[in-house]
């Protein structure tokens, strides 16, 4: 006897013949992460290997990040209505794309061109249109009590596959030039590995059905801009807050905590590496923890009443006389400082019309984007003063507790549907 389709957290309306697109979008986060994870660890080299210049490195990055910001922005907003399935597909090629490129050519000019144009990632983080374009799909296809409990799945899935993705690519690598490859060749087959991951998302994508799509029957035409339309005030508001939040946040990302707990304490690179590896994990972890909690007392409130807590800890962390407890409070801050980003994604797409998620899930990822890319600038500056060398953390604390009071402010009395 078959169950019924609410035992499975799956929408009662959405169609059922072929119910493997819930394994399906799990299949495609867990390839692409790991392949932005496998190739990160190298890419800088890879590149350096080919002859490029430490500035041109940076140049190369930096208009990564700006071409996939816009390119994303573009596909994601106009997703709902041209096609999840479409955009995603198109995503998958771009990424292939950008690895063949890389591969094949040493230009400089050329490599930009690819870098803007194609979907690669330097920092083995989510990029792309893939995220929002993912989450919208998969919104259409559970309930709303199962909502924030799959995408805290998603969320450890994506996370676990980056880790295991740096730590293949960086022991293939090293393996291959301990037998003799040059570093150059060895990094070149990480890259085809990248390549053929994109092939292998663009395949699974195909499999897709009807049920991912956001369902516009064409009757109804409204005005649109960036792809929203009723939700528009909604996912601005939004979308202003997480550029403070992300902002806030990128004033001490992994590279910056690192460089202060040497500076401050001596500590060396393979320290520092177990370090972060058990604050990832604890903080993948602590992405579960937000599924009970929100089934308690809501979304918004997990978000805010979970947030404050672990960015008084982070304020701690400078005032810690040793490092052990440094260490110590950085771990407990980590255990807790994820529980806001699954609630934070279920919320968006519960306070918007179906038509509007794959855009308002772009919108606030750009705005996350826009607002984090000048932050490590402000910190590099902070610590080049010796006086003000522990002022991010304050800084950085202190604007996340300004952003979880703003939220609860703005967004306590608008209630997702399993919650009215």
């Given at each position: 006897?078959?169950?019924?389709?609410?035992?499975?957290?799956?929408?009662?309306?959405?169609?059922?013949?072929?119910?493997?697109?819930?394994?399906?979008?799990?299949?495609?986060?867990?390839i692409?992460?790991?392949?932005?994870?496998?190739?990160?660890?190298?890419?800088?080299?890879?590149?350096?290997?080919?002859?490029?210049?430490?500035?041109?490195?940076?140049?190369?990055?930096?208009l990564?990040?700006a071409?996939?910001?816009?390119i994303?922005l573009?596909?994601t907003?106009?997703?709902?209505?041209?096609?999840?399935?479409?955009?995603?597909?198109?995503?998958?090629?771009?990424?292939?794309?950008?690895?063949?490129?890389?591969?094949?050519?040493?230009?400089?000019?050329?490599?930009?061109?690819?870098a803007?144009?194609?979907?690669?990632s330097?920092?083995?983080?989510?990029?792309?249109p893939?995220?929002?374009?993912?989450?919208?799909?998969?919104?259409?296809?559970?309930?709303?009590?199962?909502?924030?409990?799959?995408?805290?799945?998603?969320?450890l899935?994506?996370?676990?596959?980056?880790?295991?993705?740096?730590?293949?690519?960086?022991?293939?690598?090293?393996g291959?030039?301990?037998?003799?490859?040059a570093?150059?060749?060895?990094?070149?087959?990480?890259?085809?590995?990248?390549?053929?991951?994109?092939?292998?998302?663009f395949?699974?994508?195909?499999?897709?059905?009807q049920?991912?799509?956001?369902?516009?029957?064409?009757?109804?035409?409204?005005?649109?801009i960036?792809?929203?339309?009723?939700?528009?005030?909604?996912v601005?508001k939004?979308?202003?807050?997480?550029a403070?939040?992300?902002?806030?946040?990128?004033?001490?990302?992994?590279?910056?905590?690192?460089?202060?707990?040497?500076?401050?304490?001596?500590?060396?690179?393979?320290?520092?590496g177990s370090?972060?590896?058990?604050a990832?994990?604890?903080?993948?972890?602590?992405?579960?923890?937000a599924?009970?909690?929100a089934?308690?007392?809501?979304?918004?409130?997990?978000?805010?009443?979970?947030?404050?807590?672990?960015?008084?800890?982070?304020?701690?962390?400078?005032?810690?006389?040793?490092?052990?407890l440094?260490?110590?409070?950085?771990?407990?801050?980590?255990?807790i400082?994820?529980?806001d980003?699954?609630?934070?994604?279920?919320y968006?797409?519960?306070?918007?019309?179906?038509?509007?998620r794959?855009?308002?899930?772009?919108?606030?990822?750009?705005a996350?984007?826009?607002?984090?890319?000048?932050?490590?600038?402000?910190?590099?500056?902070?610590?080049s003063?010796?006086?003000?060398?522990?002022?991010?953390?304050?800084?950085?604390?202190?604007?996340?507790?300004i952003?979880?009071?703003?939220?609860?402010?703005?967004?306590?009395?608008?209630?997702?549907?399993?919650?009215?």
């Amino acid at each position: 006897m078959l169950r019924d389709p609410a035992h499975l957290g799956i929408r009662k309306g959405s169609p059922l013949h072929k119910p493997m697109d819930i394994p399906l979008l799990f299949s495609t986060r867990i390839i692409r992460l790991f392949c932005y994870g496998f190739l990160s660890v190298v890419l800088a080299l890879y590149l350096s290997e080919a002859g490029l210049t430490e500035g041109q490195i940076g140049l190369l990055f930096t208009l990564t990040l700006a071409g996939d910001a816009l390119i994303s922005l573009w596909l994601t907003t106009s997703a709902d209505r041209f096609g999840r399935k479409r955009t995603l597909i198109i995503g998958a090629l771009l990424m292939a794309g950008a690895g063949v490129a890389f591969i094949l050519t040493r230009n400089v000019i050329l490599l930009i061109a690819a870098a803007i144009i194609g979907v690669i990632s330097p920092s083995g983080n989510e990029i792309g249109p893939f995220l929002s374009v993912e989450q919208a799909g998969l919104t259409q296809l559970i309930s709303n009590q199962k909502r924030t409990q799959f995408f805290a799945w998603y969320n450890l899935a994506g996370s676990f596959a980056t880790a295991t993705g740096a730590l293949a690519g960086g022991w293939l690598a090293q393996g291959l030039q301990d037998k003799g490859w040059a570093a150059l060749e060895s990094y070149r087959v990480l890259l085809m590995g990248y390549a053929l991951g994109g092939f292998l998302l663009f395949l699974l994508f195909l499999n897709l059905t009807q049920s991912v799509e956001a369902g516009i029957t064409g009757q109804e035409t409204p005005k649109r801009i960036l792809g929203l339309h009723r939700s528009r005030n909604v996912v601005f508001k939004l979308s202003a807050l997480f550029a403070m939040d992300a902002f806030a946040g990128a004033l001490l990302v992994q590279s910056m905590l690192a460089y202060w707990f040497h500076v401050r304490f001596g500590v060396e690179s393979g320290v520092l590496g177990s370090i972060f590896f058990g604050a990832n994990i604890l903080a993948g972890i602590s992405a579960l923890l937000a599924i009970r909690i929100a089934n308690r007392i809501g979304l918004i409130n997990t978000m805010v009443f979970t947030h404050i807590p672990s960015n008084v800890l982070l304020i701690l962390v400078p005032l810690m006389p040793t490092l052990p407890l440094a260490i110590g409070i950085l771990l407990l801050r980590f255990s807790i400082s994820q529980m806001d980003v699954p609630t934070r994604q279920s919320y968006t797409m519960a306070v918007v019309a179906p038509d509007e998620r794959s855009a308002a899930s772009g919108v606030t990822a750009i705005a996350r984007s826009v607002g984090a890319s000048v932050s490590p600038a402000l910190t590099g500056l902070l610590f080049s003063v010796p006086v003000l060398f522990n002022v991010p953390f304050f800084l950085s604390g202190g604007l996340k507790i300004i952003y979880d009071l703003l939220l609860y402010r703005e967004f306590r009395a608008v209630k997702p549907p399993e919650e009215t």
